[in-house]
């Protein structure tokens, strides 16, 4: 389950740029910067949104899922300076949007990591794995179908009444972007290392599902502001690596989910072919005989063997780089890179104050 074109654990996404900004946002109100950077990430989704109608272009979905949680995760963070823009269920409504294309996402996932397994597939194994891809595929199809439908009138709503209202103007406060995100940065480190903190075995999947979600926060405070930072690029590096390999762990789960509803829907459709040709064939005929030799079960318990032995190498190395060091380096790095973010603003303070120290009275 090697990473390639599409973002999965199963199969992978090309990696994102840092977005590129002025060094004048972190002197900016909160509130105003917070306000630009949910406008740029709204343009990026509209922008992918027009792709979904190409049917070639097979990173539209996974760009538009990017922005909008980009989106969701600046609102979420900067809520206390947001809130009078974006009300409550305004918020709310992002995050329903991208959930209504997760399954489009995890089938592509899906798909893409059984195209690696085609070749280690045996000939007894082979009616599971082509039922299971014949099953995905139709959802696929399915799936991206009712998005190409919906999607576009149910953003472009949605866009429009963010937009509106985040270009309104707002007593914007006294706190600039590099303070408060400062603060936001070391709240959300120690929450990703608390959460790591209790991965301790290959078994603790709800434990690396946890840390997962915190770094995946982490990242997208940081990467806006990376290229502001000292080595900001490298820090983002260090937090995806993390995140990719957890990442692939939570596909192999949502995987092993789908495997056993399929198991079950695949016994269900052998028994009622077999029970249909048994009605109208005799005992010994041909086509009878292919039926009860048919079986996808073997396919699929060979997949699902697959499935955990990817998940015990993705979670031991996720313990070998938590034990060799590798994330208390990155926490390190990182308020080594919330010092950096929070001189400039200090800096200024300063010399304000040396500059009212020795102006002339009136």
């Avoid at 922008?47 to 539209?60: F, G, K, Q, S, T």
């Avoid at 045996?122 to 009616?127: A, I």
């Amino acid at each position: 389950m090697h990473r390639t074109t599409t973002r999965c654990g199963l199969a992978g996404k090309p990696a994102e740029k840092p977005i590129d900004m002025k060094t004048s946002l972190l002197q900016k109100p909160a509130s105003r910067a917070a306000r630009e950077l949910a406008l740029r990430f709204l343009k990026d989704a509209e922008a992918a949104c027009r792709r979904l109608a190409d049917p070639d272009d097979i990173e539209a979905l996974h760009d538009f899922r990017v922005a909008l949680r980009r989106l969701r995760s600046i609102v979420r963070a900067y809520t206390p300076h947001l809130k009078d823009a974006l009300p409550k269920k305004l918020r709310k409504r992002i995050g329903e949007l991208a959930a209504g294309t997760g399954t489009a996402r995890d089938t592509e996932v899906q798909l893409a990591w059984l195209v690696q397994q085609r070749e280690n597939v045996r000939p007894h194994e082979q009616p599971g794995y082509h039922w299971i891809v014949s099953r995905l595929e139709h959802r696929r199809l399915e799936e991206y179908a009712d998005l190409r439908e919906r999607l576009p009138t149910d953003f472009a709503r949605l866009r429009d009444r963010l937009k509106t209202r985040l270009e309104l103007n707002y007593d914007d406060g006294d706190e600039t972007l590099g303070e408060v995100t400062a603060t936001l940065l070391l709240e959300a480190a120690d929450e990703f290392h608390d959460e790591l903190a209790q991965v301790h075995s290959e078994e603790n999947e709800e434990a690396v599902h946890r840390a997962r979600i915190a770094a995946k926060r982490l990242r997208y405070l940081l990467e806006p502001l990376a290229k502001l930072l000292p080595d900001g690029k490298a820090l983002v590096r260090e937090l995806k690596e993390f995140q990719e390999i957890m990442g692939e762990v939570h596909d192999v789960q949502v995987f092993g989910i789908e495997l056993r509803q399929a198991a079950e829907e695949a016994g269900a459709e052998r028994m009622r072919r077999l029970i249909d040709l048994s009605l109208r064939l005799p005992h010994d005929d041909p086509e009878l005989e292919a039926a009860r030799h048919s079986d996808e079960r073997a396919g699929l318990i060979a997949l699902a063997h697959e499935l955990h032995e990817r998940r015990l190498d993705l979670c031991a190395r996720l313990l070998a780089k938590v034990n060799e060091g590798e994330a208390d380096r990155f926490f390190h790095h990182l308020e080594a890179a919330v010092a950096e973010l929070r001189r400039p603003t200090e800096e200024t303070s300063d010399a304000d104050e040396h500059e009212d120290e020795n102006r002339v009275p009136d």
